[in-house]
């Protein structure tokens, strides 16, 4: 992602995370009425200013990765990293990605792959089966390790990499999703 989406979105990640551990806090000492007030009026402005669903469940209960995929969905990030996951193969030429089926197929027309930052549902890269050796020779290829609902594990296995690059370094989350590369994303829904 460019520098000042990094920023943006790590400013967003910082400012919900500590109104979140404040809120943790002030549940558990004692802070004085008017402090609690004052940080709940900024969190309820907050809320209607976006629309994060970490609101709807209370802030103060919402993990990073809760936090990073609600503000992942109003921050445009321009994909600067050369990792991508598989989405799925379709079976004839004119299949657009939502007719996409999940598994590998040799008998695909194509592959499906968005870059790990990109958001589901913008442009995906579409690879026929004679290049796929090449495209995963020279780019990072992550496939899942369960071929099923593919779109599902994309998101998230984009938002545990933006956790990552917020919480401890780009570094850290492309040397985790090169790992992914050699042994698949054991994804869950969370």
Known sequence: ????????????????TRGRDKLKKSNIETETLKEIAQTRQCIELQRKKNNYSVF???????????????????IKITPTTDIYYYIGSAMKEDDDILDLVDEIRCDAAYYGFYNIEEQYGNDSVSVVPAKLESFKASHIVVFPTVFRECHLSFNVASTEFLEIVLTEGEDKAIQKFKEYARTGYPWKIH
Not at 60 to 74: L, Q
Request: aromatic share 12%.
């Open 1 to 16: 992602m460019k520098e000042n989406e990094y920023k943006i979105l790590k400013d967003e990640f910082t400012r919900l």
């Open 56 to 74: 709807v469940y209370g802030l103060e209960k919402a993990t990073d990765f809760e936090i990073v995929r609600d503000i992942r969905r109003e």
